[in-house]
């Protein structure tokens, strides 16, 4: 069974702290990508990577980056976390092949506090 | 550029009623079309896909939708629904790069 893997369901960080959301794949996939989803406003696109240590600014890359140095995985770093990054984070992955649909992790419901 | 948008943001129907959930969208490129559904507390999943050939595309536990491209719409329906189809349900488009647009998402809650 294909999987994507985020490392913690539930985090709770202080204001100010570096926080790492952490995403595996075991598909061999070379797209990677981080959502955040808040309510009404659906997915939107942090970051993405189509290889090894290549990343691409999203919609919304403000206040995050991003690391890939293995194909399987993916980093999400809040380098100073704040209040309104409280949300959830979707990691998806793809392979390069057009029309494949998007396999996702079982998101990380981040609060800053 | 793509967008996509889903024209009801929540959904409330009774168990066993049919339901149609919209979905418009817009790009200067060739997409191709999907949707995916999300449980309580999950990531999302694909429910179905269209990429070319039939309009008329099946996906799981039941679900169809229509690809109309004069109408640029992908609506999906259901003829029949049950408690367990209560979720969140997303239309995407992807492009032929990978990247991909979602909408804002429809809450389908089905009341006994």
């Known amino acids: 069974d294909v999987k994507v893997t985020q490392s913690s369901r539930y985090l709770v960080k202080r204001t100010g702290e570096k926080v790492f959301l952490e995403c595996v794949q075991d598909m061999d996939h070379e797209n990677m990508f981080w959502y955040r989803q808040d309510p009404g406003l659906g997915l939107r696109l942090i970051y993405f990577?189509?290889?090894?240590?290549?990343?691409e600014k999203g919609d919304i890359p403000e206040g995050y980056s991003v690391s890939r140095e293995k194909k399987e995985r993916f980093s999400l770093i809040l380098e100073s976390a704040s209040t309104n990054q409280t949300s959830m984070y979707l990691c998806?992955?793809?392979?390069?092949?057009?029309?494949?649909?998007?396999?996702f992790g079982q998101g990380t419901r981040l609060t800053v506090v | 550029a793509q967008s996509v948008t889903q024209l009801d943001s929540q959904v409330p129907v009774f168990e066993e009623a049919p339901v149609e959930l919209r979905c418009n969208y817009s790009s200067s490129v060739s997409v191709y079309l999907f949707w995916y559904v999300q449980y309580p507390n999950q990531g999302l999943q694909l429910l179905l896909k269209?990429?070319?050939?039939?309009?008329l595309v099946k996906g799981i536990n039941g679900f169809e939708a229509e690809f109309n491209k004069s109408q640029t719409s992908f609506h999906l329906r259901k003829p029949s629904v049950h408690i367990s189809d209560t979720a969140e349900y997303f239309c995407?488009?992807?492009?032929?790069?990978?990247?991909?647009?979602f909408g804002d998402g429809t809450t389908l809650t089905v009341k006994p």
């Open positions: 998806a992955s793809t392979p390069r092949v057009p029309g494949t649909e998007a396999f």
């Open positions: 995407a488009v992807h492009t032929n790069a990978g990247k991909s647009t």
């Open positions: 990577s189509y290889d090894v240590k290549m990343k």
């Open positions: 269209y990429l070319s050939g039939s309009t």
